[in-house]
């Protein structure tokens, strides 16, 4: 079994800067991908920023240019670096990994973390 453990939600005000680490352990895993999510209330979760083995990324347009996602393989964590903060960037924030256990892959996700952004 893996788990995934999310860190770093808040609140901030708008323009501010928050940074949201996830971990996940288990044993006997591989991870080859890794990458953060949210849905804010009434909203469909959406993918915010992604991150592949070769160091692959992928945004969500509405977050290029404020938001940098980065991974440490050895250590199985990724981290979500998050500026110039908008309101609508309020949502629970979800860290999400495929995981291969044996011959099987499958995504697991975290708890969630809120981050609220004051206007």
């Known amino acids: 079994q893996v788990q995934l453990v999310e860190s770093g939600g808040g609140l901030v005000q708008a323009g501010g800067s928050l940074r949201l680490s996830c971990a996940a352990s288990?044993?006997?895993?591989?991870?080859?991908?890794m990458g953060w999510y949210r849905q804010a209330r009434g909203n469909q979760r959406e993918l915010v920023a992604g991150?592949?083995?070769?160091?692959?990324?992928i945004y969500a347009d509405s977050v290029k240019g404020r938001f940098t996602i980065s991974r440490d393989i050895g250590k199985n964590t990724v981290a979500l670096q998050m500026n110039s903060l908008k309101p609508e960037d309020t949502a629970v924030y979800y860290c999400?990994?495929?995981?291969?256990?044996?011959?099987?892959?499958?995504?697991?996700w975290g708890q969630g973390t809120q981050v609220t952004v004051s206007s």
């Open positions: 991150i592949r083995n070769g160091d692959s990324t």
């Open positions: 288990g044993s006997a895993f591989s991870i080859s991908f």
């Open positions: 999400a990994a495929d995981v291969t256990t044996g011959v099987n892959t499958r995504a697991y």
